[in-house]
């Protein structure tokens, strides 16, 4: 059997963490939060080599549930916000850009 291409022997703490989260909001179906994982090794000189991603786990959201709520409302508020930031700067792009259009003298006939 061939030897791993440039393998090393490492001394050092391998764990998961999620890095990268999915909300599925389905209209009329039950929302559910995805935590894709993937596996960190951190070297004994503190060097840290993140993976591709490994698994993931999926909690359905529980109306009944108040921390589920809670975070369903808070995750609503941030949309919010962050559509509101999106369309206030789409307004001002396009308001620059009319501004600019207008003061641009037209080409020569």
Wanted: glycine fraction near 4%; proline fraction near 7%.
């Amino acid at each position: 059997m061939p030897e791993n291409y440039q393998a090393t022997q490492i001394v050092g703490e391998k764990y998961k963490r999620a890095s990268l989260v999915t909300i599925d909001n389905p209209l009329g179906g039950q929302p559910r939060i995805t935590f894709h994982e993937a596996d960190v090794v951190v070297a004994a000189d503190g060097t840290s080599v993140i993976s591709s991603l490994s698994d993931s786990c999926t909690l359905y959201f529980d109306a009944e549930n108040p921390l589920h709520t809670e975070i369903y409302q808070k995750l609503n508020e941030v949309y919010v916000v962050a559509r509101e930031a999106r369309d206030a700067q789409r307004l001002a792009d396009q308001a620059a850009f009319e501004e600019r259009m207008a003061s641009t003298p037209p080409p020569p006939s």
